[in-house]
T-cell receptor
Framework: EDKVVQSPLSLVVHEGDTVTLNCSYE??????LLWYKQEKKAPTFLFML????IEKKSGRLSSILDKKELFSILNITATQTGDSAVYLC?????????FGAGTILRVKS | NAGVTQTPKFQVLKTGQSMTLQCAQD?????MSWYRQDPGMGLRLIHY???????DQGEVPNGYNVSRSTTEDFPLRLLSAAPSQTSVYFC???????????FGPGTRLTVT
């Protein structure tokens, strides 16, 4: 059965902290891994990763994929209260996208 | 561009009623999909379409029908609503399966 597991389920940090969110997967016909941010509305796209070891970066956010060990991490440095959200990991396989349950991040000021 | 639009935003149904959730996109995307989101469960794929006239089932298709007669529209039909279908429904589209998906604003459905 195709599976995407995110950890931790939730965490609370203080502004300025660095956080690492994890996503592991077991799917057939892997195509891509995507990260989304969801703030009470529709998910918004962050990154798509298809190759191992190549870091994608956008401002304070970065992500990397390990296709051998079947996982990805999303790093957020110098966190801000605006980073509070649910972070979703999704894996594309075949024609489908399978989502993990998400990590709830709360950044306290 | 309006992007992906969904109607209605909110809906309350009684058990056994049927209804159609509307989804439209103006980006000429081939790939469209429907998800439901329940607390603690992320998004689960209901049905998807890789182009007009082609649809297929996702993880949780039971109780739902779809059709794709045009590139722009991808309606989701609930045949006989059940309380277990209380959820937030998102429609998404992308140019094809190898691109990010763009999500609509969602429909919050309550079945009593």
């Amino acid at each position: 059965e195709d599976k995407v597991v995110q950890s931790p389920l939730s965490l609370v940090v203080h502004e300025g902290d660095t956080v690492t969110l994890n996503c592991s997967y077991e799917v057939t016909n892997f195509r891509s891994l995507l990260w989304y941010k969801q703030e009470k509305k529709a998910p918004t796209f962050l990154f798509m990763l298809t190759s191992s070891g190549i870091e994608k970066k956008s401002g304070r956010l970065s992500s990397i994929l390990d296709k051998k060990e079947l996982f990805s991490i999303l790093n957020i440095t110098a966190t801000q209260t605006g980073d509070s959200a649910v972070y979703l990991c999704a894996v594309g396989h075949g024609n489908k996208l399978v989502f993990g349950a998400g990590t709830i991040l709360r950044v306290k000021s | 561009n309006a992007g992906v639009t969904q109607t209605p935003k909110f809906q309350v149904l009684k058990t056994g009623q049927s209804m159609t959730l509307q989804c439209a996109q103006d980006m000429n995307h081939e790939y469209m999909s429907w998800y439901r989101q329940d607390p603690g469960m992320g998004l689960r794929l209901i049905h998807y379409s890789v182009g007009a006239g082609i649809t297929d089932q996702g993880e949780v298709p039971n109780g739902y029908n779809v059709s794709r007669s045009t590139t722009e529209d991808f309606p989701l039909r609930l045949l006989s609503a059940a309380p277990s279908q209380t959820s937030v429904y998102f429609c998404a589209s992308s140019p094809d399966r190898d691109y990010e998906q763009y999500f609509g604003p969602g429909t919050r459905l309550t079945v009593t």
